[in-house]
């Protein structure tokens, strides 16, 4: 071949080469990209109360057993989601005078005592109030009222106590270093703390509530500010105590006291500033803790508490506030006063929360789910109690006088 031959050949594969590298160009840097669309493969869900074919496709014109289903309707008060109607339940003050010591026991009586005029009053069926005696009691400072019946033990800040029957008029006196006073579910016994002047004088307590028939349960020593006297509805325990094994700085042993020495099985709570509160069949504690992990803010548990299975069952509800601004409505339900906004340590003094509004929910304390019950007024929580016979829920606060109700 002459060199003019080869000459042209390598210029035409030059050529060639070229536009073949310009069009390499052209499609990586300028031409439009095309849109891939992957299709991911359909997965079938089961149909479940739906007639279906082995493979998982429902057969046309098919009779579906007990009718088309629908959603099931909520139970109660609707939660607050954006976007759904939410029902607001009325909430009315029934008492506007200062009320200290309300009480619903469980035959539905509403009793209180009324520092303004040193009487003690209940609530009748009907929403208004009658005076349960003429008899003027001064500067009390706290009552504990029977479940049961018109009885309470008054105490004083002068450490003084008495028993007061208001059906029968009955007055006794007992003994002035008796405290923390706490009575059985049927109201027939008393537990408390008896504060001698020596550690080998304190002693747990029971006895009738006119003192009468006193035992020593069990020796307080100097451990009295770690017991909780609070007796349990099924009548098993008496108090609980912060005694146990020492388990590092957020994890205490809880002991539980029965009335025969009993070696109760104890539990453990997550946290410091323990507040408890029964179900009304004792078989569960409801109680508030503080620790670290929660930035030291109070927050809700719940436990199994029979003596046949004391610590089992135990989980964090995840909400945020104290026992005692919580009561049971039945052994499942609870209802609280929740703050809006609790600021980090409020576990420590929870006086910080008397500012911030609180919300009412309903916990189911076996799901942990919560439905709110809106209100459109400014309330601190002080006290909470439900009324099963009227399904009202009463509650005191702790910025304004009286007492409020809700119908659930």
């Not at 029971?206 to 509805?233: C, H, M, Q, R, Y």
């Not at 069949?281 to 046949?308: C, H, M, Q, T």
Request: proline share 6%; net charge negative; charged share 20%.
């Amino acid at each position: 071949m002459d060199e003019n031959k080869k000459r042209i050949l390598f210029i035409i594969g030059f050529l060639l080469l070229t536009l073949l590298f310009g069009y390499a160009l052209y499609r990586v840097f300028f031409a439009p990209k095309e849109e891939v669309i992957i299709t991911p493969p359909i997965t079938k869900i089961p149909l479940e109360g739906f007639p279906t074919s082995p493979e998982g496709e429902l057969i046309p014109g098919a009779e579906i057993p007990g009718g088309v289903p629908t959603l099931p309707e909520a139970e109660g008060v609707v939660t607050g989601v954006e976007g759904l109607p939410t029902e607001k339940p009325k909430v009315t003050q029934i008492i506007s005078t200062a009320v200290n010591n309300f009480s619903v026991g469980q035959l539905g009586k509403a009793n209180y005592y009324q520092p303004e005029d040193g009487k003690f009053y209940k609530i009748s069926s009907d929403g208004s109030t009658q005076a349960l005696d003429e008899k003027v009691f001064y500067n009390v400072e706290n009552v504990n009222w029977s479940p049961v019946s018109d009885e309470a033990i008054i105490e004083y800040p002068d450490g003084s106590n008495i028993y007061y029957n208001f059906t029968t008029k009955k007055q006794v006196t007992l003994p002035q270093h008796w405290e923390e006073f706490s009575f059985t579910n049927s109201g027939a016994k008393i537990a408390a703390k008896s504060m001698g002047l020596s550690e080998e004088n304190r002693w747990l307590v029971v006895a009738d509530p006119t003192g009468k028939n006193a035992e020593l349960i069990e020796p307080l020593g100097n451990n009295a500010d770690k017991v909780i006297i609070d007796w349990s509805p099924n009548n098993q325990i008496v108090g609980m105590s912060l005694t146990g094994e020492p388990l590092g700085a957020d994890r205490q042993e809880l002991l539980f006291v029965g009335l025969n020495g009993e070696n109760f099985q104890s539990t453990v709570v997550e946290g410091r500033g323990l507040v408890t509160e029964w179900s009304p069949d004792g078989d569960r504690l409801l109680y508030s803790v503080y620790s670290a992990r929660s930035n030291f803010k109070p927050e809700l548990w719940i436990v199994n508490a029979n003596p046949s299975n004391i610590g089992t069952g135990r989980q964090a509800l995840k909400v945020n506030t104290w026992a005692n601004k919580c009561t049971f409505a039945d052994d499942r339900y609870v209802y609280c006063g929740v703050p809006i906004n609790l600021d980090n340590g409020a576990g420590f003094a929870p006086e910080i929360a008397d500012s911030t509004s609180d919300q009412i929910y309903r916990i189911d304390t076996v799901t942990g789910a919560r439905t709110l019950i809106q209100t459109d007024q400014f309330h601190v929580i002080d006290t909470i109690q439900v009324d099963e016979a009227t399904n009202k829920l009463y509650f005191t606060d702790k910025l304004s006088t009286g007492v409020f109700s809700v119908q659930l």
